[in-house]
T-cell receptor, first 111, second 115 residues
Framework: QQKVQQSPESLIVPEGAMTSLNCTFS??????FAWYRQHSGKAPKALMS????GEKEEGRFTIHLNKASLHFSLHIRDSQPSDSALYLC???????????FGTGTRLQVLP | EAAVTQSPRSKVAVTGGKVTLSCHQT?????MYWYRQDTGHGLRLIHY???????EKGDIPDGYKASRPSQENFSLILELASLSQTAVYFC??????????????FGPGTRLTVL
């Protein structure tokens, strides 16, 4: 069964800092790699996803995938207090329609 | 944007009682899912469905049943609620279209407390 792990569990950064979140997975056949963001008391919402090795940038957010290392990451440039939330990584294998989520990284951005 | 609603938004149940959580989506999505969220466990899949009148077991199905009477509606049933089922429950839907099947659209969640 797919195992998805995130690090760190929590992170506190000052406003304007670069933030890096990490996710490792166990199934090398995985093909969907995504980050979801969940503000306190709210529903998770997809932030961005990638399907093949490399990088993808959307605004201040960049996702980087290295399938050989079974690792992908989310980088937030110029972190803002509004970025404070629980970040969940998500992975799906090619032979299933199920998405497996990590346990989350709680990010706090201090003004 | 996708619209998924859940009812009730919160519920207190007694141990051994029956609980039904309801989910309704207006996205015309084929796939629907039930997850539970506990501190330290992220989101774990309980049951899911590809089509009306059919459900599949997820990763933690024990103690739960699911029902999909129509494309729009998906229910989660706890026949005999237990203390360990205290959690926040999220319903989600996804599109069957190529490249879209994995992106989950979540409802607002139901906070269930079993006493």
């Amino acid at each position: 069964q797919q195992k998805v792990q995130q690090s760190p569990e929590s992170l506190i950064v000052p406003e304007g800092a670069m933030t890096s979140l990490n996710c490792t997975f166990s199934d090398s056949a995985s093909q969907y790699f995504a980050w979801y963001r969940q503000h306190s008391g709210k529903a998770p919402k997809a932030l961005m996803s990638i399907f093949s090795n490399g990088e993808k940038e959307e605004g201040r957010f960049t996702i980087h995938l290295n399938k050989a290392s079974l690792h992908f990451s989310l980088h937030i440039r110029d972190s803002q207090p509004s970025d404070s939330a629980l970040y969940l990584c998500a992975v799906a294998a090619s032979n299933t329609n199920k998405v497996v989520f990590g346990t989350g990284t709680r990010l706090q951005v201090l003004p | 944007e996708a619209a998924v609603t859940q009812s009730p938004r919160s519920k207190v149940a007694v141990t051994g009682g029956k609980v039904t959580l309801s989910c309704h989506q207006t996205n015309n999505h084929d796939y629907m899912y039930w997850y539970r969220q506990d501190t330290g466990h992220g989101l774990r899949l309980i049951h899911y469905s590809y089509v009306a009148d059919s459900t599949e077991k997820g990763d933690i199905p024990d103690g739960y049943k699911a029902s999909r009477p129509s494309q729009e509606n998906f229910s989660l049933i706890l026949e005999l609620a237990s203390l360990s089922q205290t959690a926040v429950y999220f319903c989600a839907s996804s599109d069957a279209g190529a490249g879209q099947i994995y992106e989950q659209y979540f409802g607002p969640g139901t906070r269930l407390t079993v006493l």
